[in-house]
């Protein structure tokens, strides 16, 4: 499959409006089949996903959301919640296979957070990035209540919440105009 | 600039080696000015950058590196230590001029230090990303002492380390064999 750096980088933009075009589940899984071979830390993997599709399921989700965020959420086709499993650890002899490493996280909970943290974002970002590769528009956002989101979508697991992202066609009108970023100089030196 | 879903996912693979082939300063330029267009919480950009390329300055990463790392950074071209400002909302009015928004970071370090190290997370994967789309090769580690690297490195700044990435043209003969994913199933849900 060919691409251009233009679709998942310059060109691309965070969508803030949804046209009412389906994306199927099958896409959905493409989508996962992707982002997986992302690298993370030993490869722990430790994010999870929910796809949140149906109109009940967006209902709970809209009502978790900033004010800002709740109409990009209605309008969006999908929209994946990113969460991170606090117990990953546990996958580690399947994932990790060339040696034990799962012992280094067994009571240590600071460092499973922060692998748990670190890792489920670059997940996230390979989302962001395999769903542009496959023509899927995104609007990311970490405006919710993240304690509603967990009770509502992952309650009896140890999995808390991340951030979300909608998927879908964009509204190309709803878009901001581009902000700029920082020069080479103010955010990178050579040493 | 035409790239292809296996260079960047499905084909690339994590390096523990690197062969002694230089990398330009202006590729990394270029790095930058393509990773930063990958999309943060309110084009936060919490990320700073030092690609270390020098005797003196791999000498000195290296002795924050934990010993199976160490090799690693010895050998690489260049090594990129990813940070995270946490004073990055001071340039948010230049950087998300659309509505002030400092306001929200002013005092609340909680907020302040999970938008910081989740968004310079996803910049690191576009880092990733955006390295092998120039056809770099990545060896993205977590193993090192964070204070270390933060002293040798930081010292006077409001940033802290968050991961390293070795770069360079990678020696396949010491990638390990491809570990599994999770399937489908195990890391995703429909909703």
New interface residues.
Partial sequence: ?????GQ???E?R?QNGFFDVPVP?ER??QL????????T?L?S?P????????PE?RRRLVQCMSPGNMEKVRQAPVTAIIGMDLSFHE?LP?????RDVKGLFDGNSALTE??A???S??????L???AR?LNLD?G?M?GFDAAKVDEA?WTGTSVRT??VCALGKGDSSKV?PR????A?D??????
Same sequence: chains 1, 2.
């Fill in positions: 499959m060919n691409l251009s750096v998942i980088f310059t691309a965070t589940d959905l899984v996962y089949e992707l982002l997986k071979w992302g690298p830390s490869n993997s994010a999870r996903f929910i796809f949140v599709r149906t399921a996958r399947k994932l990790f296979p060339h922060s692998t943290f670190r890792n974002s670059l997940q996230g970002a390979y962001i990035i395999a590769a995104c990311p970490s979508f991340n951030f901001f902000s700029p970023r920082l080479f103010e955010a990178c030196a050579f040493a």
